[in-house]
């Protein structure tokens, strides 16, 4: 049974697709199988490993307020009244009284206090475009008081990023604890693609594909409504081609 499990993990990291992650969301709802975290209900898959192919998984993506959070992002401000045209809810919840966070993925890529990630990338792939050492660092050992520091309720969502220069691409592996399969993987890929795109514009590479990998995908019993619904395959439901 072990063996048959472990090859099972291994063969959803080369083939799973949104697609297929997204029947298998449904199919847990359909048949009632749900975990319950801090109270609340929630469909999960565990260990959720797959290609980012799609912008989204159950729920469109707000373009608009994508792009806000980007800009925010890479004002690096840890502030969530900084976010252009105002914070919605879920930021506010998060946040101290005064509106700090930690998780600005810009600060926590490009800041000097987070040693410089996106630097650290790009002279990895510099030295030896072939490098298993391309890796971005969002989270930190303290991030377990720091994430409630001030009153706040903000633990990282995002490990890390790997990059891996591959049959002459570059591919980016994501690596996060946390993510609500709704809203979160929406604004979370668009950020990861942004990174993408801008190495590959600064190293003069070819953009590859990019690979996700949650330990925890769920999707909250307020959005239960999205999983009895018919998500058509469309170019809006594709990543574009960055290439």
Partial sequence: MLKKTLTWITDTGKTMTTEKIVNELKQKYTQKIFTTVNNEKTVEIINACFEADSS?????PNAEYIAR???WYESQSLNVNDIPDGAPAIWRKVASDNGYI???YGYLLHSDENHNQYDNVVHALLNDKNSRQA???YTRPTMHSDSTQ???HDFCCTNTVQYLYRDGELNAI???RSNDAVFGYNNDIAWQQHVLT???SDLHLTPGKIYW???SLHVYERHFNLLGEDNDSDSQHTLPNIK
């Fill in 69 to 71: 959070e980007i800009n």
């Fill in 135 to 137: 890796i971005a660092i």
């Fill in 198 to 200: 801008k190495l590959c």
């Fill in 213 to 215: 990998n949650a330990g």
């Fill in 102 to 104: 930690n998780s600005n």
């Fill in 174 to 176: 994501v690596n996060m």
């Fill in 150 to 152: 001030y009153g706040m």
């Fill in 56 to 60: 989204y998984l159950l729920r469109r």
